[in-house]
């Protein structure tokens, strides 16, 4: 069975950092494209960034520079870190899993909330 858990949301205040950690069992995070979305409050749920199974990582653009997306292979965890947080950061994170040659999501995680306010 496949679980992926995410923790490590919060409140946060704007400018401030979090980093998110997901963890998964029953799939090795090194063979599948692992993967960051987001839902804010009456929005879709947007990609955020990926680490594929050789480690290339890839940001949306309007994320690049403060979201970084990393793994630990020996603990089969991703994680992202959110740097500089807005309000408009306000949303429920979600991770996932890809099988490298799949354009669709095998796997969702339950998401994590990060709320951003002072």
């Known amino acids: 069975q496949v679980q992926l858990a995410e923790s490590g949301g919060g409140l946060v205040q704007p400018g401030g950092s979090l980093k998110l950690s997901c963890a998964a069992s029953?799939?090795?995070?090194?063979?599948?494209?692992m993967k960051w979305y987001r839902q804010a409050p009456g929005k879709q749920r947007g990609w955020v960034a990926a680490?594929?199974?050789?480690?290339?990582?890839d940001y949306a653009d309007s994320l690049k520079g403060r979201f970084i997306i990393s793994r630990d292979n020996t603990r089969n965890m991703v994680y992202l870190r959110l740097n500089d947080l807005t309000p408009e950061d306000t949303a429920i994170y979600y991770c996932?899993?890809?099988?490298?040659?799949?354009?669709?999501?095998?796997?969702w995680g339950q998401g994590t909330q990060v709320t951003v306010s002072s």
């Open positions: 029953g799939i090795q995070v090194t063979s599948y494209r």
């Open positions: 996932a899993a890809s099988r490298p040659w799949s354009a669709s999501t095998d796997y």
């Open positions: 680490i594929s199974d050789g480690g290339v990582t």
